[in-house]
């Protein structure tokens, strides 16, 4: 069965933070909401899963979808992106902002599906190791994560009045020291836990599974370091 859990996370300067996941045997996925308190519009990062689910999410929180103003991909892996051409149907007002090798990973899947075609031809890029503005109030810079596709990443947004940081990684085996430094710098960091190594290896997977995981993402031992790294920083 596929479990759906919604966290809720308020903060002193009025943001809200909303985390939804999608939790299979083989799978994780991850859709993330940043907006303001009122809202007036909302970022929304990675839509892995179902539009029906992202729009009863924010409708559990009373956020009006048509103030979502953008969809930040970290990857254009089918776990990440599975829901949004449906999605970006229904969000009226939403711009796609992923790195230009991720808008070219989204080009590719034309075949499958036109609508990303159209989605990339007005997606907003943003390089590595670079910052740019959102609107009035937010600003996204975007890192690069250790992953098996073109482009993944990780972002920081800041609220540029109240001075709030947000950092995102999912899918990916290290994280760069100038995304250690803004994660130090972010009030909340969100950061993904993997796998346990010694579990991995002796599990029944095929080898070469095992391997791509050991690759691509961060194993418990590894995430622990980071975070106090992180946190002492």
Not at 198 to 215: E, G, M, Q, V, Y
């Amino acid at each position: 069965a596929i479990t759906l859990f919604i966290v809720t996370l308020m903060i002193p300067v009025l943001l809200y933070v909303s985390f939804f996941f999608n939790d299979t045997a083989t799978t994780e996925i991850y859709t993330l909401s940043l907006h303001d308190a009122l809202p007036i519009w909302s970022i929304l990062f990675d839509a892995g899963i179902s539009r029906k689910r992202v729009i009863a999410g924010l409708g559990n929180l009373d956020i009006d979808p048509n103030t979502v103003k953008y969809v930040c991909i970290t990857h254009a892996h089918w776990d990440h992106i599975n829901g949004l051409p449906v999605l970006m149907n229904y969000l009226k007002n939403a711009r796609v902002v992923a790195t230009s090798q991720t808008i070219d990973e989204l080009i590719k899947l034309k075949k499958r599906d036109p609508r990303f075609l159209y989605l990339a031809d007005k997606a907003i890029s943003v390089e590595f190791n670079d910052t740019i503005q959102l609107g009035r109030n937010f600003k996204i810079s975007c890192f690069p994560a250790v992953h098996d596709i073109d482009g993944a990443s990780g972002y920081r947004v800041e609220h540029l009045k109240k001075k709030f940081a947000i950092s995102y990684i999912t899918d990916t085996a290290a994280i760069s020291t100038d995304f250690v430094d803004a994660m130090s710098n972010s009030d909340i960091f969100f950061l993904e836990s993997n796998h346990d190594t010694d579990l991995l290896d002796k599990s029944k997977r095929p080898f070469w599974l095992k391997s791509r995981i050991r690759k691509t993402h961060l194993s418990n031992d590894k995430f622990f370091q980071l975070c106090q790294q992180i946190l002492s920083d």
